[in-house]
């Protein structure tokens, strides 16, 4: 049992996580909220004797309910789980993200204030009094540096005390809404129950009625006067801006004096101004995302390779069990099901691990916000907004990470149709398999138009798919533009980073093994045959029984199997091709193509003289536009936390793929 | 003069007046301190891309077709 519960309040950049980890490490659990897509952290530490559960509320800028988020946070606080609520504000924006401060009071609930990123504040020439702005709040005020762990024994000794009486003074508020709105504002509160309404005073309700919070007014739902208090609000227009006016006159009240600073300059810095700019800014954020990309490989390139070498163990394995007298069958499935289903799971970890690692390092530096700035326009036409972009950079590489990276947007539907749409953009080893049937095929000329025409076809896609998913998934109201805060540049935490890293890792290793090593192990029983000839394997029979309907599409059955082999890694199509053509084990040929693609002549020269040109486009076709792999499908019901959509999606992708391909195959019939 | 923020060049500075637009769009865009009686300077103003606004220390980006719904006087 917990001696105390605390939950953190703050808006986004505040370091809000920065301060969760270092206080909980490795005791964190993350979970779901009851009947919400939102994410839920909540962990646990211990100091001296007591141990304490912490919650990390959803990052949002204010206490509206604009988003789940925001009703989730609210809901939280005010069901009372929590003892004591820390509201973490960055020192370096002061007056702008005490806005959460000022949505806050009214809320009787205990809390305390973190004014974190005092060395940003301090370096700027801010300094902060404080005990002044304490005495005005009436609760502790603590100056902090989350990044800095000599920052944390001053909160440790705050959480030793007893904070029942820590009650946000909204006077000065609750003043400031009197003198802009009036009669209105003293009827209003008037007809409320005295003490509010559960933790809610009646002038943060009055400012959430006026800000025209529809959750609201379920709240003084049960009030009495609840009609005459919904027509006196209901006259007052322009709520939002209003109310927001009275919470910074009141934030001012409540720092003046109390701060002393240089005047800053709001001009952008050298490298701003070429980071912001038109073409300029176009061109770095391109190179960046390239060289980020790059980096990401480097850096993986070590798990990458293990995974890769692993197959290799396949053969002599099999041959040692073989002699002890193992069950062929038992063999194969050991040897090549498993071992590919780890291998494959390895070599996307490494992936994972270095673009966790390099995208997590532009975000931490400030970085990301320009891009987001610089691509909003292309986004915007997708029905997202800029912060979308990065999961499609990251899906270049991996659509794991594509998908684990969406974390970033702030609502459920926007989350989903960036995942959604990011799947069309081909990972890494897509990349790799069309590049050799294309060149093998078409020749590097033909290769390049190929890929031209893929390109081409993908944007139509991104297009169709925007259109067909946007209605259900976005909301009108949550159709909403850009309003981005571009963070000052920041220091790398080397070390947050890296556990940052090691975490997504493991956590997308966990969740993909199994999977993975199910799929296979069916491939592998399918693809069994007892004499080793493909022909006695059910894969085939099943195989050619179908290739009638399957070449009206444009795929044999081989090409047909490799788009299905390609669901468990896009290389593993590869592998399939090989086997199919090469009429060995389907499997071993699968788990060998990491290492060894294509490189066998007989599999070539078989594939060119079995496969027509058109066929082969089709393949090239439905390959790439397939559904990525179940690995990256699994990494997105994670994120999207619903299964549904993820199969709806799904669903969608294969037979777009299955369309295209179709198309591309009666046009090409027509050319060739 | 009154002036929508999406007019004002880059270098201007100013004073906001009223913020209108549907609830949602003066929720969001208060909750980053973009409320009358702020003052502000435009930093960029591209054609495309969202404005970049300095306001209350914060460097902000926004949407250019809702800067067309704050409005705004000269400093
Ligand atoms: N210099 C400095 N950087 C910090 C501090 N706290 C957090 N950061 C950095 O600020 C950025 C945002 O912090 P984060 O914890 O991700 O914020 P969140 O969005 O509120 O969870 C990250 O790059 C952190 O490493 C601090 O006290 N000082």
New interface residues.
């Given amino acids: 049992m917990a001696d105390m519960s605390i939950a953190l309040l703050g808006q986004p950049n505040s370091g809000k996580s920065t301060l969760y980890n270092r206080l909980t490490g490795s005791h964190q659990h993350v979970g779901n909220w009851p009947g919400k897509t939102v994410e839920k952290n909540e962990g646990t530490f211990t100091h001296g004797s007591h141990t304490y559960n912490i919650t990390d509320l959803p990052g949002t800028y204010s206490l509206a309910a604009n988003s789940d988020e925001e009703i989730v946070t609210r809901d939280f606080i005010a069901s009372g789980s929590a003892d004591l609520i820390i509201i973490m504000s960055d020192a370096s924006q002061l007056e702008r993200s005490l806005f959460m401060l000022a949505d806050y009071a009214g809320i009787n609930v205990p809390c305390m204030l973190i004014l974190n990123m005092m060395d940003v504040s301090k370096e700027m020439g801010r300094q902060i009094d404080t005990d002044k702005i304490s005495k005005r709040l009436g609760i502790p005020v603590l100056p902090f540096t989350a990044s800095d762990k000599n920052s944390y024994e001053a909160l440790y000794d705050i959480l030793e005390k007893d904070c029942s009486s820590w009650h946000l003074d909204a006077g000065g508020l609750e003043q400031a809404y009197a003198d802009a709105f009036g009669s209105t504002y003293s009827k209003a509160v008037s007809l409320m129950p005295e003490g509010g309404i559960g933790v809610y005073s009646p002038a943060w309700l009055f400012s959430k009625l006026a800000e025209g919070d529809e959750v609201a007014k379920n709240i003084i739902g049960g009030c009495e006067n609840k009609d005459e208090i919904i027509k006196i609000v209901s006259g007052i227009e322009n709520g939002a801006p209003r109310t927001g006016n009275c919470k910074f006159t009141w934030i001012e009240s409540i720092i003046g004096g109390a701060v002393t600073e240089k005047k800053g300059s709001s001009a952008l810095s050298k490298f701003d101004r070429l980071a912001t700019s038109k073409v300029g800014g176009t061109i770095l954020a391109v190179a960046i995302a390239l060289g980020a990309f790059i980096g990401s490989v480097i850096l993986g390139y070590p798990l990458m390779a293990l995974g890769g070498a692993l197959p290799a163990l396949g053969q002599p394995l099999a041959e040692k069990l073989l002699e002890e007298g193992a069950h062929p069958l038992l063999v194969s499935i050991l040897c090549e099901g498993i071992l590919t289903a780890v291998a494959f799971t390895i070599m996307m970890c490494g992936y994972i691990f270095g673009a966790t690692f390099v995208f997590g390092l532009i975000e931490d530096v400030g970085y990301m916000a320009r891009i987001s700035y610089i691509f909003d326009g292309a986004m915007k036409k997708l029905g997202l907004h800029g912060k979308a972009v990065m999961p499609f950079l990251v899906s270049f590489g991996c659509n794991i990470g594509g998908a684990t990276s969406s974390r970033v947007l702030d609502n459920w539907g926007q989350r989903v149709m960036a995942i959604a749409l990011s799947w069309v953009v081909p990972c890494a080893s897509t990349w790799g398999v069309v590049g050799l049937i294309a060149t093998l095929f078409f020749g590097p000329a033909g290769a390049a138009l190929t890929i031209l025409g893929l390109l081409a076809v993908s944007v139509l896609h991104l297009i169709i798919t925007s259109k067909v998913f946007g209605k259900s998934l976005i909301k009108e109201s949550d159709r909403t533009g850009l309003i981005m805060e571009l963070p000052p540049y920041h220091k790398p935490k080397w070390g947050s980073l890296l556990s940052l890293s090691l975490t997504r890792m493991a956590e997308a290793f966990k969740r993909a093994i199994a999977i993975v090593t199910i799929v296979s192990v069916v491939i592998c029983l399918l693809s069994y045959s007892s004499t080793g000839n493909i022909h006695d394997s059910i894969i085939y029979k099943a195989g050619s029984a179908i290739e009638p309907v399957t070449l009206f599409f444009g795929l044999r059955w081989q090409t047909f199997t490799a788009w299905i082999a390609s669901w468990m890694g896009k290389e593993g199509s590869l592998g399939a091709i090989a086997a199919l053509f090469n009429e060995s084990s389907v499997m071993t040929a699968i788990a060998q193509s990491s290492s060894a693609p294509l490189d066998n002549n007989i599999v070539s020269a078989a594939l060119s003289a079995t496969l027509s040109k058109p066929e082969a486009l089709a393949f090239v076709f439905a390959f790439y536009f397939n559904m990525p792999c179940l690995m990256a499908l699994s990494a997105s019901v994670h994120e999207t936390h619903s299964l549904k959509w993820t199969l709806k999606i799904a669903g969608y992708y294969v037979c777009m793929s299955l369309l295209i391909s179709c198309i591309v195959y009666h046009l090409a019939l027509l050319i060739w | 003069m009154i002036m929508k923020l999406s007019d004002i060049k880059p270098g201007g500075k100013g004073r906001i007046t009223?913020?209108?637009g549907d609830?949602?769009?003066?929720?969001?865009?208060?909750?980053?301190?973009m409320?009358?009686?702020?003052t502000f300077?435009v930093?960029?103003r591209?054609k495309?891309?969202?404005m970049?606004i300095?306001?209350?220390?914060?460097?902000?980006?926004?949407?250019s077709?809702?800067c067309k719904q704050i409005e705004t006087e000269a400093e």
């Fill in positions: 009223a913020v209108t609830a949602a769009f003066q929720r969001r865009i208060t909750a980053v301190g409320t009358p009686g702020s300077e930093i960029r591209e495309g891309f969202p970049l300095s306001i209350r220390n914060t460097l902000l980006a926004v949407n077709e809702d």
